[in-house]
Each structure stands twice: as structure tokens, then as C-alpha cells.
């Protein structure tokens, strides 16, 4: 008799839920209003669901009605997912929509409950903000004392002024103020109250000048310059002036007094002109140099940037410049640009010598090791060359193909066959952070779905990123399942690394516009690691990071229908639009996949801007000597998955070289003389 009671009372309450969505979908519009027998509304009810899937729908219908601020609908069905994974969004929603007026007691109890979960740091911030906005100091001054964030902190000092706990403020409110850039209005009052102490010095408001014009703020020193004593105002003018004119006249200063500002203003303003005119900006250093008393580390900053700059803007003196800058001060960063100088110039010699004085760390770079072997092929040590080659022939990247092309050797590519136990991948799919990640992309809710995944992922150990590649592999969520195995080091899982989804619309996409299918796997691969619905800072989107701009322009040129961003998210209309910009870029650049490539990822103005003046050119060392560093690394990684998608789609291998024709001409042939094609094999490498 109980056991009837319990049936015919969740009966009951299967038909009052379903009639509740029914009206719910009737009030969205989302069903035809048109008459159904009650007794049809029984039967379909009476078939078995799966629970879950029952949770996730009233949920999506929750979390969308939230999103368009029907609360009434909102309210309505919050109560019946208490128990449902995703609830807590349901109440972050419902907390973040109400935060003016919740009881601090209930919002801090709950951002302590929820303290792992992907949108505690944003509601936590929200609501302090929310709190000094509305002027409750007792809260503020409670719950804001962890905060970094500059508004809260700014808020934090005005509960701290209203309650009179001001002991030891003075200097944290300078070091609010004395920032490069304008401060959120939250800051006001407080500065308000810096005045008042008299705590705005002239050096102080020289010190925040000093950093606005290294912030590129300038316009904010027109507002400084009336706290700085009326003796030293001249300066600001004269730093003003200069900036104005973009330093061009900065040889005036050879008139000015050895002080401090003076020092200040040269400096900077050499270090700035080098970025525009690295000539320039020598000869006035000459001019200056000895007029000032610079300190050692600033006079060795001013020579550093005048050669780094002259390297990258390919200046005739940039060798005497790397030369002039004190040995201590070479870093990194200037070595391999001194580098690229010599490789433009054939300076085959220099280019070992340079290598041999980088730090360690970077002198074992794969990049390195393999200019350093090019080096010496040039210059009569043919052994150590092929030795250093051979190493790297072993090796599955861009200067391991292009030293195994070199050596006309086949590639070496030693997969691994990913192993996990699946008990393992299992429980790992059970722990909290993950199932909510998973719960939240089966619900359609993607931004918060890779949130809740990369907190997950964050305390894992090696073994723990392996399990998180399979799960990834497993949902079909190939973009973590890379990230995972890049951060933990199984870079010859292949199979996951490099996975096949989109292969039948690539290929038909690809050959309808006589491109290669393994180039635009490749090129995919490195553009949004196959995430569908990648979006980029700057509005790219989907497989092939589309911008909208790009995609209207292709829509008009090419006749293709597109109706907005969203379609970029779409994997076939991402995939037409990125191959037929891959076939304009080709069309424009002779059918050269390195400057296509490199178009695909600066835009074909930049390249344009390389390829002046045009000349003859090895194009591997095109491609190192770029300006962008993230077009000098992407065009490799590109061709280097490339290769490793041809052997991915058991195909003969195009080796990398065969893809790398001189640059704007036809005289020099590729970068080494072998067949075009390879075998792959797996060499064991020591």
C-alpha cells in the first residue's frame, strides 16, 4: 500500500513538472497554442526519462530565462533543481541579480562554500564592488581586506576614512595614486583625502609622470604637472614636448642641465625613438652620451634598445651597437636577435660565436641548435654540423624535419599509444570540478564549462593530466585534451594530439579549392587546436579563427551566404570561410604556403611589409628574421603539423622543405636538396 502511495505520489509529480514546462514553453512562444487531451499529457508523461537529461532541460530553461531577466519564470523553477550538479549557478545567478540587497552573512557564506568553483572570483568581486557603491562600510571594511583589485582597494580606503582607521593608510593611498594610468572614480574620495594630508608630494607626482609617459598615458601628465613645484614644471613641459614630437628633437637635451628629470627624459626618450628610428636614436645617444651622469643600468638599457631595435629593423651598424652594450647586459632576448641580424647577412661565423654565449638554457633550445648546425655547415666544420643535425632529425618538430630534410633522411615520429585505466578516467569524471565542467557542456554553456575545467585541471600531477586528456578524448573535447598533454609532456601521444574530427569536411572543403587537406589540418590545428567554438581577444572564431570583418568581405567577394558571427561557429561554414581565405591568400602570394601562412596570421599588409625590398632570400631564415614573434613561431608549427597530419592520414609525407620555396624568387630553390617526399620511421634517439 505504501509502495502505491509513493508511485501514484511521484506520478502526481511528474504530471505538475511537465505541466509546469508546458505553460513555461507556451509563455516563451516556444510550442503552437493549440489543444492537447489531458489524458495525452498523462500518457507521454507516464514514459520513462532520464533524470538527468529532465534536470539539464529545466536548467537550460532557468539559466536562459535568467539571461533575459524573467525572473518570475527564473523563480519558478529554481526550486525544483535543488538537488541538481549545477544548482549553485542557479543561486549565483539568482545572488549576483539581488547582490545589492542579499545579507553580507548569506553572499559570504556562500562565495566560502563555492570557493573552487569557476564563478566565485567574478561574483566575489562584484559584489564588493556592489557593497562600496552603495556605501556599506561595515561590509567593506569586513569582507574587502584580501582584495587586489584596485576599485575594491579604493573602496576599502574609504570605509577605512569613514570609520576613522586611518593608522598606516597615508602610504597605501600613495601607492594607489602613484600609478601610470587614470584611476577608477572609486579612487576619488580617496585621493580626495590624500590632499587633504598633504600627501601628494612633487616627487611623488614626478615619480607618477615618470610612469604615465612609460604607460604611454601622456595625457594624464597634463593633469600632473600642477602638483610638481613650480622649479621643475619646465621639465614636465620639455618631457611633453618631446613626446609630442616623438623625440625626434630630442638632441636639444646636449642644452640641458645634469639632474635628475633631464636624466630621466633622455633616457626614455632614447629608448623610445630606437623603437621607430633605432639610427636616429644612435647618433644622439652619441651626442648625449657623457653629458649625463646615467647610471651604469641606465645607460646599458638606452645601448640594449638601440641595438635590439636595429636588429629588428635590419640596420647596417647593428653589430657595432650589440657590440657597444656591456657584456653583463646581454639578454636572451637581444643574443637571438643579434643572431637573426648575422643569419640575414650570411655572418655565418658571428651567428656561432653569438649562440655560443647565449645562456645555457637557450643554447640547448631545439631553435638554436639548429641554427648553430647551419652555421657550421657554412663555415667548414662539416662533422660537428651533421652530428648536431642528426640529433635533431630525431626529433618530431619544425628543425627536426628541416634537419632531417637536410641530411635526406626520413622523419622520425615515435607515437605512443596513450594508456590510462579507465577506472581511473573514470573517478576522475565523478570529482567535482569535472563534473560540473562536463554537466555545464552537455547544458550548452561553454564559457563556464572551460572554466570549471581549467580549475580542475589545475592541481593535477602528470599522471592526473594524462586522465584529463582521456576524459577530454572521451567527451569529444579535443582542445583540453591537448592542453592536458602539452602541460603534461606527452607530446608523442599523437593520436590525441592531433585528432581527425572535421577530416571529411576539411578534405572536400580543401580539394573543391585545389589547396592541400593536411596544410589546413595543420593550420586548423594551430588556430584553435580544434575547439569549434574558440574565441579569440580579438572576436576570431571557430576552427580557423575567422574574424566577422574577414568573413563578410569573403561573403561579398565570393558570393557565400553568411548571416552573422554565430555561423563562424558552425564547423562546415568556419572550414568554407578559412579555406577560401587560404586560396585568396595563395592566389596573392604565388602559391607560397609560408607566406600564405604567414598572412593567415599577421594579415598580407604585414607580409607585404617583410617582403620589402624584394630579394632573393633562404626562407627559412625569412620566417626567423619576422618582426612578430607569433607569426615566426606559428609558420613552423604550422608546417610542422602539417607533416605530421600527411602521416596522420597515411599519405606520403611532403617533407617540410618541399613547402618553403625561396622568397620572391626563383633562383635558390629550397632550403635542402632532397626528394620531396619521406618514409616515416621511429628512431630511438639516446
Known amino acids: ?168 593608510l597615508l602610504p597605501v593611498v600613495q601607492g594607489l595614486w602613484a600609478v601610470g594610468k587614470s584611476q577608477p572614480e572609486a579612487c576619488d574620495p580617496v585621493f580626495s583625502w590624500l590632499k587633504k594630508q598633504r600627501g601628494i608630494t612633487s616627487g611623488l607626482a614626478w615619480e607618477r609622470i615618470r610612469l604615465a609617459m612609460e604607460a604611454r598615458e601622456p595625457r594624464l601628465t597634463l593633469y600632473l604637472a600642477r602638483y610638481v613645484a613650480d622649479s621643475d614644471r619646465i621639465w614636465v613641459e620639455r618631457w611633453q614636448e618631446q613626446d609630442r614630437r616623438g623625440y625626434h628633437r630630442l638632441a636639444q637635451a646636449r642644452n640641458w642641465r645634469d ?68 657584456t653583463e647586459y646581454r639578454d636572451g632576448k637581444l643574443l637571438e636577435w643579434w643572431v637573426r641580424h648575422d643569419l640575414a647577412r650570411g655572418n655565418w661565423a658571428d651567428v656561432i660565436v653569438t ?34 643535425l642528426g640529433e635533431l632529425a630525431l626529433e618530431a618538430n619544425y628543425y627536426g624535419f628541416l634537419s632531417a630534410d637536410y641530411l635526406d633522411r626520413p622523419y622520425t615520429i615515435c607515437p605512443q599509444e596513450p594508456r590510462v585505466e579507465q577506472t581511473e578516467v573514470d573517478a576522475l569524471r565523478r570529482k567535482a570540478g569535472f563534473s560540473r565542467a562536463l554537466e555545464l557542456r552537455n547544458a550548452g554553456i561553454r564559457s563556464w564549462s572551460r572554466g570549471e575545467w581549467q580549475m580542475a585541471t589545475r592541481a593535477l600531477d602528470r599522471e592526473g593530466l594524462r586522465l584529463a586528456a582521456a576524459l577530454a578524448t572521451q567527451e569529444n573535447w579535443p582542445d583540453m585534451a591537448i592542453f592536458a598533454l602539452g602541460n603534461s609532456g606527452d607530446l608523442r601521444w599523437y593520436e590525441w594530439r592531433f585528432p581527425m574530427e572535421y577530416k571529411s569536411i576539411v578534405d572536400s572543403q580543401a580539394r573543391s579549392r585545389n589547396l592541400d587537406p593536411s596544410w589546413v589540418m595543420g593550420l586548423m590545428r594551430s588556430e584553435s587546436a580544434m575547439a569549434v567554438d574558440a574565441l579569440s581577444s580579438a572576436g576570431a572564431r571557430g576552427l580557423m579563427q575567422l574574424t566577422p570583418d574577414t568573413a ?99 599519405q606520403p609525407v611532403t617533407r617540410v622543405s618541399s613547402r618553403m620555396p ?25
Not at 84 to 91: C, E, F, G, K
Not at 275 to 301: Q, T
Not at 381 to 388: G, I, K, Q, R, T
Not at 662 to 686: F, H, K, L, W, Y
Open 259 to 326: 639632474q635628475q628629470q633631464s636624466r630621466e627624459i633622455s633616457s626614455y626618450g632614447l629608448r623610445r625613438l630606437a623603437r621607430s628610428d633605432p639610427d636616429h636614436a644612435w647618433h644622439i645617444f652619441e651626442s648625449l652620451d657623457g653629458r649625463f651622469s646615467w647610471s651604469d643600468n641606465v645607460r646599458a638599457g638606452i645601448l640594449r634598445e638601440i641595438a635590439l631595435w636595429s636588429a629588428v629593423e635590419g640596420a647596417a651598424d647593428t653589430s657595432a651597437r650589440m657590440r657597444a652594450v656591456p
Open 1 to 168: 500500500m505504501l509502495a502505491a502511495v509513493k508511485q501514484s505520489n511521484s506520478h502526481a509529480r511528474r504530471i505538475t513538472q511537465f505541466t509546469r514546462r508546458f505553460a513555461i514553453h507556451l509563455r516563451l512562444g516556444w510550442l503552437a497554442l493549440v489543444f492537447i487531451p489531458f489524458q495525452f499529457l498523462i500518457a507521454a508523461e507516464a514514459l520513462p526519462q532520464d533524470p538527468s537529461q529532465s534536470q539539464r532541460e529545466q536548467f537550460v530553461l532557468a539559466w536562459n530565462a535568467a539571461t533575459r531577466g524573467e525572473r518570475d519564470i527564473f523563480q519558478a523553477l529554481m526550486p525544483g533543481l535543488v538537488d541538481y550538479v549545477l544548482y549553485p549557478y542557479l543561486q549565483y545567478e539568482d545572488l549576483r541579480h539581488r547582490r545589492a540587497g542579499v545579507a553580507a552573512a548569506e553572499m559570504a557564506d556562500f562565495l566560502d562554500a563555492h570557493e573552487g568553483w569557476a564563478f566565485t572570483a567574478g561574483l566575489r568581486r562584484a559584489w564588493l564592488l556592489t557593497l562600496g557603491k552603495k556605501a556599506r562600510w561595515d561590509d567593506v571594511f569586513r569582507y574587502a581586506t584580501e582584495s587586489n583589485d584596485t576599485e575594491i582597494r579604493c573602496y576599502l580606503a574609504q570605509a577605512r576614512i569613514k570609520q576613522n582607521q586611518t593608522d598606516g
Open 552 to 650: 563578410r568581405q569573403l561573403a561579398k567577394r565570393h558570393n557565400i551566404q553568411y548571416s552573422g558571427r554565430d555561423q563562424l561557429m558552425q564547423a562546415e561554414v568556419n572550414i568554407i570561410f578559412g579555406t577560401t581565405y587560404l586560396r585568396d591568400l595563395l592566389d596573392r602570394f604565388a602559391e607560397n604556403p609560408v607566406l600564405a601562412a604567414g598572412a593567415y596570421n599577421a594579415g598580407p599588409r604585414a607580409v607585404d611589409r617583410w617582403l620589402k625590398p624584394p630579394q632573393a632570400q633562404d626562407p627559412a631564415i625569412w620566417v626567423e628574421t619576422l618582426p612578430y614573434f607569433e607569426t615566426r613561431d606559428y609558420i613552423p608549427r604550422v608546417l610542422a603539423f602539417t607533416a605530421i597530419y600527411d602521416w596522420r592520414l597515411r
Open 662 to 686: 625561396a622568397i620572391d624568387s626563383g633562383n635558390m630553390g629550397t632550403i635542402a636538396q632532397s626528394p620531396e617526399t619521406t618514409e616515416v620511421v621511429c628512431r630511438a634517439s639516446g
Open 355 to 388: 649562440i655560443a654565449s647565449m645562456p645555457p638554457e637557450l643554447k640547448d633550445d631545439t631553435r638554436w641548435r639548429y641554427w648553430d648546425a647551419r652555421a657550421r655547415l657554412q663555415s667548414g666544420d662539416p662533422a660537428f654540423a651533421n652530428e648536431l
